[in-house]
């Protein structure tokens, strides 16, 4: 203590650190005083603050060091955005502080503080926490336990008036509680003008006997049983709120009060006010004792609560004490104290209990009310931010004062979801923060139920007549669904699932069980599937939609993306709205079989995951793709600033004429697609233009005052025009189109503004010939720039174009033929249209209104489930007598050559045994192909895709393809094909519902194959918790292989047959023999995507080509493969031998980090694509020169170099290898080589070049006992 | 060795080594396989045995082959008939240690390689 330095303040705020300082940096305590023995640094305190947090303690001083400066109230001197806090002056400069053990004897004496914690702020300077402090004046400190002094609220400049007759009552009894300082305006006496007088109310219980004694107060039998409120009124008397607020709880004085009567709600209510003779007698400081865990004490609804902050969120207005509790601190009038920072221990007095249970889990909230007082009890040892007020009141703040506490909890938690939302493409910050709170509003309101909704009564309301006044009638149970963002969602299930696997490690590991060990489900683990439904989760996720750069529609936010599947969408897809998902399936794809089996832990969501998605460290040892499957009409827009957009919309309609055009075909992407194809950018899909166009009479007015909400759009509003037909109409029927059909229009815009106004249907006019006659078939394609509209497309939908001179049907051309390739323009807009037709228009009363073919075939199936919701922009009602019209155009795409249900002998039969039946049956044959092209119908239907199989087949021009078991009408129905990139959807697999289109029939029963032309939409995913897989029969029916994306047999072997042009190749026999590796010849390592939300999937880099020099005992080849074939040559899905390389700078000992594969990507990942080669001339010297390429601009390491070429010592090392090779011509190599770019060099060796179809690793004794087998039997 | 040419070891299972066996003469190059059930040091002198019927193989002029009793080794060598009992021995030439070897499908294998070996011998004849 001797040796300590005194600090001036001006040092620490110059230094501008956080810093914690004592009078001595040993614990001498046996020299302090009893009382201050008793406080202990906090920094020294054993921890039950079960921190998992990972804050920074607070840096000590080197040195001793004490502070010495006096404490004083609040003043103007000094402008704190908290109002209400203690200053700390050593005369040069004044900052805020807190104080521990505060008596009130201190406020303007000289003290040194003895152990302290310095935090920077940024408006004052600093802000200084006293932990020990003693007085300066020795002699002070002898009559400090004597108990009471009196000390006047008013300076005693002013005398005191003992004359004055009004203030002479006094209150005495124990502090309850103390409201937030308020101001009221009030006429001044003296000016009559009003002025704003700030003051604040205290609850106290108080001893009814009339004289108060001083020396009485203390340990005297007065009973506190009748309830008093005094009101501290003044500017001066108000500075002295923080002083009060350490009193709650204690026994207090106040003498030299006046009575005044209130009237609160029409209640009259008698007040003690503060005069300018009132006089404070603090309690003499009783020993309390030191707490370390949370403390609770309840009374009725309200209690106190000692606890640790654990964090602080959303400027302090969402505390978090312990798991699951939250401190609400919404009221904007409400002083929060610096000092509540994460890891200090502080007391909330008066507080509310609010247990909720939640959709996502139960929560206990903490509300604070205008009685609720936070003192800090221990202040926090972790260098933590302060808590600084911001003043601002906005919208958002006066919004969720006016909310029951769980819904206030509940928008809080709202609001800090968009807070990482990039939802505005605003500049500034502050205007950012200010539409989002704007947001945030918007959408809670249309959330919250009316009766969450809570009348505030104002500060003398809720403080005085708290119990009556409904503070304390909450609603306990809330059905509102937990909004988070994507990451954290994500996050939470990859957390869950880990928790999961450990515990099935664990048992499996218990059991001694080796079966499931991971490297067992690693090589299939595209396989299992788990989906989860939005109810169970209770979560809605807030997102835009975009088009990823791979093609898949993905939901996303700031803090991440999420694939998603859908029905239907608005085709008015605006990259900037926010879309409200909340009916959804969740999808996991990638189980480990075990899982599948484990009932999966409903863990509740934790909170604390929204507010604070810092992610967790987790292992990530499974690697689970997860995907949205989201059901009809969930996708809602939520209420934006989007009431500019809808009248923009109309004003598009004003007047229009459209094209109207039915989607009947889309062709597959051929991004990255087909070797033997030029490379095309553009998408095509086949339309019908129908050979009429809708001229709308939207007018201004129409367009200024529109229909709001959707429901309001039934009959009532309706004007119930009588439609006209033409007379003509019955005759042409069906046969020719009609001049004129008038019909009413429905323009939904993109939230709920709905239009509905006369237009008319009238015969296409092109520019040369005239009329058009008959609906034409074009094709239009979509430049990529274009692909969102692709994308958005649904085949059977008919969609309205703009007609114009320049729209995409009539620019540079007179007229529409058949088979017109039409470009897309981007500007160009596209409405989706739906039709239903008045069953009797001169009905004057009911309007039967019903769909003939739904525009987003989904809808037609699910009305059952859900409302069946219109969900195009546009619908139009038609005259019934057109109905016959426009069957004709809008004919059933998805029951062409159906296969037909099963025979009458099979009805007895349930679906269930049939499939079993079929389950049972030996691998899927490939129909065997007679000739050059296969021919057959198309055909499209829709079915439940019930299993794929990898197809184990020796024909060679469909091998490495796969079998789709789809149920149709209750039989199984069987399509080959490749699933390539292109076709391979997000959610694809058992269990989806999918339609396929224009698939070839093969002339057999019930198989299809899959041509280059076919599409396969998604239109749902069954939620499934995989129990329906537990029957082993259909475990290994059920098993997708995995289908790498890009994978593929170059065209010449194995494509689809329809771009097969060599398939009649007889010679091009697979031969399968047994394989030692002698080299590797040439390696192409690329990654697979530049969609980094793709690269957490597993081997997130390809081989698009190897070559290896390859011995199957009686002769070498070079035999060629690519992808998962390559993969297994290099041996990369085995653990990394640590012995072969010095790998200590590759492996970390981390599970599902140890696999070759895992360190190559690292490698891949940073330079893109990597190309070595082994130039040698003999086989035994390959290894002399290697060149290794790549593409990126970084340098390969040495150790990288190192890894990459002890690839091919890895590979050599390796097992037999059965591969199916077949040989490979110039053609084929010359093929390779231009889609590759590299030079395959394939003549040096003087080896036959053959094709690696099917690599497998070889049991020589099975091979062995097959072997004599088949010679037995020869 | 009195042979000056020597001949291939033909491949054999114990349960054919019977003293009216065809094998079953001195100086016989043969191929035999089965279990090591014991060893003696001093006279370097092994016992092999399979399917219940046993042999004892001389490995004095064997160098690099380690003998482990339990595990299944190969021997190519020529039959010796001991006359004071009639008692085989195979003066092994080489061996090796084939442990892992299937040898059930060994067995067909041997039978399987006779059958095609007379195959030839026939179509050599016709020749």
């Known amino acids: ?1274 | 060795m009195a042979n000056s040419q020597m001949e291939p070891g033909a491949p054999i299972t114990l349960q054919e080594l019977y003293p009216s066996s065809p094998f079953y003469k001195e100086a016989v190059s043969l191929r035999v396989t089965g279990m090591l059930r014991g060893y003696s040091v001093e006279t370097a002198i092994g016992v092999i045995e399979d399917g219940g019927k046993s042999l004892r193989i001389n490995t004095q002029n064997l160098r690099d082959v380690s003998f482990r009793v339990g595990s299944i080794y190969q021997f190519i060598g020529e039959l010796h008939i001991e006359q004071s009992n009639n008692e085989a021995i195979l003066q092994a030439r080489t061996g090796r240690n084939v442990d892992g070897i299937d040898m059930n499908l060994y067995r067909k294998t041997v039978e399987l390689l006779r059958q095609f070996l007379k195959e030839e011998g026939n179509s050599n004849m016709v020749e």
Not at chain 1, 261 to 288: A, N, Q, W
Not at chain 1, 1118 to 1133: K, V
């Open chain 1, 1 to 1274: 203590m001797e040796n300590a330095t005194i600090l001036t303040i001006k040092e620490l705020v110059n230094k501008g650190r956080a810093v914690t300082g004592a009078s001595s940096l040993f614990s001498s305590a046996a020299s302090h005083s009893s009382s201050e023995s008793s406080s202990k640094n906090p920094n020294s305190r054993p921890g039950s603050f079960d921190s998992d947090l990972t804050c920074k303690f607070l840096a000590p001083l080197s040195h001793p060091a004490v502070i010495v400066g006096t404490i004083s109230l609040p003043s103007k001197t000094l402008i704190c955005p908290n109002r209400y806090c203690f200053r700390f002056s050593d005369g040069d400069l004044t900052i805020c502080c807190d104080i521990l053990r505060f008596e009130i004897r201190a406020i303007g004496s000289k003290i040194c503080v003895l152990s302290w914690n310095f935090l920077p702020m940024k408006h004052c300077g600093g802000f200084l926490e006293i932990i020990k402090w003693k007085f300066m004046d020795t002699g002070n400190l002898l009559s400090r336990c004597s108990g009471i002094g009196s000390f006047p609220l008013f300076p005693s400049l002013f005398p005191s008036r003992n004359g004055d007759r009004k203030s002479r009552y006094c209150v005495h009894g124990v502090l309850e509680s103390i409201s937030p300082v308020s101001v009221v305006s009030c006429m001044d006496g003296e000016s009559s003008d009003s002025v704003n007088l700030p003051g604040f109310l205290v609850h106290v219980m108080a001893c009814e006997c009339k004289a108060y004694s001083q020396n009485a107060a203390v340990g005297c039998s007065h009973a506190f049983e009748k309830s008093a409120f005094v009101y501290f009124c003044g500017l001066v008397v108000t500075s002295w709120h923080p002083a009060i607020r350490k009193l709650v709880g204690r026994n207090v004085a106040l003498s030299g009060l006046k009575k005044k009567m209130i009237y609160v709600r029409g209640d009259s209510l008698l007040v003690f006010v503060t005069t300018e003779s009132s006089v404070l007698h603090p309690p003499c400081i009783s020993k309390k004792q030191i707490v370390l865990k949370t403390v609770v004490d309840r009374r009725g609804n309200c209690g106190s609560y000692l606890g640790f902050v654990k964090g602080v969120y959303l400027k302090g207005k969402l505390v978090e004490m312990d798991e699951d509790v939250w401190l609400l601190l919404t009221d904007q009038i409400l002083n929060r104290s610096h000092s509540i920072r994460t890891g200090s221990l502080i007391c909330i007095r008066n507080v509310h209990f609010v247990n909720t249970k939640f959709s996502w889990g139960e929560v206990l909230i903490l509300g604070a009310c205008f009685k609720t007082s936070i003192t800090v009890e221990f202040f926090s040892p972790f260098e933590t931010s302060c808590l600084v007020d911001s003043c601002r009141q906005n919208s958002l703040s006066r919004f969720i004062e006016s909310l029951s506490f769980p819904a206030r909890f509940w928008a809080l938690l709202v609001r800090s979801c968009l807070q990482k939302f990039n939802g505005i493409p605003s500049e500034k910050e502050i205007l950012r923060s200010c539409q989002k709170d704007e947001l945030t509003k918007m959408y809670a309101e249309s959330q919250i139920p009316s009766f969450m909704f809570q009348p505030r009564g104002g500060i003398f309301t809720e403080f005085c007549m708290h119990e009556s006044c409904g503070c304390n009638s909450e609603a306990h149970d809330c059905n509102l669904k937990l909004v988070m963002s994507i990451s954290s969602f994500v996050q939470h299930y990859k957390v869950m699932l880990n928790e999961l696997l450990s515990q099935i490690n664990k048992n499996s590991s218990a059991n001694n069980c080796l079966s499931h060990s991971s490297s067992t489900w690693k090589r299939d683990n595209h396989t299992n599937t788990k989906t989860l439904g939005s109810d169970d989760i209770g979560v809605i996720l807030l997102g835009k939609l975009k088009i990823s750069s791979s093609g898949r529609l993905q939901l996303h936010d700031r803090t991440s993306s999420i694939d998603v599947l859908t029905p239907d969408l608005l085709s008015d897809r605006n990259a900037h709205r926010i879309f409200e998902v909340s009916d959804y399936n969740l999808i996991m794809e990638g189980l480990p079989e075990s899982m599948l089996h484990m009932p999966f832990l409903h863990n509740s969501l934790r909170c604390r995951n929204v507010v604070n998605p810092t992610p967790l460290a987790i292992e990530n040892t499974l690697t689970v793709r997860f995907s949205l499957s989201l059901g009809t009409g969930s996708c809602k827009q939520v209420y934006g600033h989007h009431s500019l957009d809808w009248r923009h919309d109309l004003n598009e309609f004003k007047g229009g004429r459209f094209h109207l055009f039915r989607l009947t075909h889309k062709f597959p992407m051929l991004k990255n697609g087909h070797p033997g194809m030029p490379d095309c950018t553009s998408v095509f899909v086949e339309a019908i233009v129908l050979p009429l166009e809708l001229i709308c009479s939207v007018t201004e007015e129409d367009a200024a005052a529109p229909y709001f909400g959707e429901h309001d759009t039934s009959q009532e509003i309706r004007p119930h025009k009588r439609c006209k037909t033409n007379n003509g109409l019955q005759r042409e029927r069906a046969l020719s189109v009609p001049h004129e059909i008038s019909c009413q229009m429905t323009i939904r815009c993109a939230s709920s503004h709905c239009l509905v106004s006369a237009a008319t249907l009238s015969n296409l006019k092109e520019k040369k010939s005239g009329n058009m006659l008959s609906a034409k078939r074009v094709l239009l394609e979509f430049i990529p720039e274009c692909s969102n509209y692709y994308q958005a497309l649904q085949i059977g939908g008919c969609y309205l174009m703009k007609h114009g001179t320049n729209d995409s049907f009539c620019a540079g051309r007179s007229g529409i033929s058949n088979n017109d390739k039409i470009s897309f323009r981007p500007e160009t807009r596209l409405w989706s249209v739906e039709f239903s037709f008045d069953e009797d228009l001169t009905h004057d009363g009911s309007v039967d209104v019903y769909p003939l073919v739904s525009s987003q075939p989904s809808l037609v199936e699910k009305q059952h489930v859900s409302s069946p919701q219109p969900c195009s922009d546009v619908s139009l009602l038609l005259p019934y007598d057109a109905k016959g019209l426009f069957s004709v155009f809008l004919k059933n795409l998805e029951e062409l050559n159906k296969p037909y249900a099963a025979g009458k002998n099979n009805n007895n039969t349930s679906c269930c045994t049939h499939l079993e039946t079929i389950m049972q049956a030996e691998p899927s044959l490939v129909p065997p192909s007679n000739s050059l092209f296969p021919e057959g119908n198309l055909a499209s239907f829709r079915g439940d895709v019930v299993a794929v199989d990898a197809v184990t087949s020796s024909v060679v021009d469909v091998s490495s393809s796969y079998c789709i078991n789809v149920l149709v009408n209750h039989q199984i129905v069987k399509i080959f094909g490749p699933l390539r990139r292109h076709s391979y959807l997000t959610g694809f697999g058992p269990g989806a519902s999918a339609t396929f289109y224009r698939i070839l029939g093969t002339g057999e029963e019930n198989r299809f194959v899959l041509t280059s032309a076919s599409f396969i939409k998604i239109n749902s995913r069954k939620a499934s918790d995989g129990r329906q897989l537990e029957k082993p029969a259909h475990q290994a029916a059920l098993c997708l292989p995995k289908v790498t994306p890009q994978e593929y047999v170059p065209c010449m072997l194995a494509g689809p047959p329809a771009c097969n042009s060599f398939s009649g190749n007889k010679d091009n026999q697979q031969i399968k023999s047994a394989c030692k590796v002698l080299s590797v010849y040439l390696l192409v390592l690329q990654t697979r995507s530049d969609d980094p939300s793709e690269n957490e999937c597993r081997n997130n880099f390809d081989i698009p080509l190897a070559g290896f020099v390859v011995d199957d005992g009686s002769s070498v080849y070079l035999c060629w493969t690519s992808g998962e074939r390559a993969f297994t040559i290099l041996r990369l899905h085995e653990a990394l031998p640590e012995e072969d390389i010095d790998v200590a700078q590759w492996t970390k000992r981390d599970s599902g980090r140890e696999t070759t594969a895992y360190h190559l990507e690292q490698i891949v990942r940073v330079h893109k694509r990597i190309v070595m080669k082994c130039n040698g001339s003999q086989i035994d010297t390959l290894f002399r020169d290697i060149t290794v390429a790549v593409t990126s601009d970084q340098l390969l390491a040495k150790s990288e170099d190192t890894f990459l070429k002890w690839l091919i010592p890895n590979a050599i090392s390796g097992p037999l290898w059965e591969v199916a090779r077949s040989s490979m011509d110039m053609k084929m190599i010359a093929h390779l080589e231009r889609e590759q770019c590299v030079e395959m060099d394939t003549s040096r060796l003087n080896l036959q070049n053959v094709w690696g179809n099917e690599v497998s690793q070889v049991d020589p004794l099975v091979r062995a006992w097959s072997l004599l087998q088949g010679l037995l039997n020869s």
